[in-house]
């Protein structure tokens, strides 16, 4: 079993940052894809951006490339996302997922993914 936890989540002003952490522990975190999800009220879940057990292949959704930066450091089994320029719109709550490396899956897609976090609330004012 995978225990996912996010933080770093918070209130933050239209063009500001945010920097959110997930922790995994109960198996080698190497040998997981992750990736970070987002959802809105009333809204389904969407991809934010992926990253290999590598890190060498990385996605992001169009919405937050050049402002957002997935990394993982998997002597430390974290996964961090660092959210610049953020906008109203990105206001959600936001979910940590993992999955086997091994899985042959698109890593934009909810149903490729395992194991979920609690998810982190993020609110962007204006």
């Known amino acids: 079993q995978v225990q996912l936890v996010e933080s770093g989540g918070g209130l933050v002003q239209a063009g500001g940052s945010l920097r959110l952490f997930c922790a995994a522990s109960?198996?080698?975190?190497?040998?997981?894809?992750m990736g970070w999800f987002c959802q809105a009220p009333g809204k389904e879940r969407e991809f934010v951006a992926a990253i290999r057990w590598s890190g060498g292949s990385i996605l992001y959704a169009d919405s937050v490339k050049g402002r957002f930066t997935i990394s993982r450091d998997n002597a430390k089994n974290t996964m961090a996302l660092q959210m610049n320029s953020l906008k109203p719109e990105d206001t959600a709550v936001y979910y940590c997922?993992?999955?086997?490396?091994?899985?042959?899956?698109?890593?934009?897609?909810?149903?490729?993914?395992?194991?979920w976090g609690q998810g982190t609330q993020v609110t962007v004012s204006s």
């Open positions: 997922a993992a999955t086997p490396a091994g899985t042959i899956a698109p890593m934009y897609a909810v149903s490729s993914y395992r194991y």
């Open positions: 109960g198996r080698a975190f190497s040998s997981y894809t």
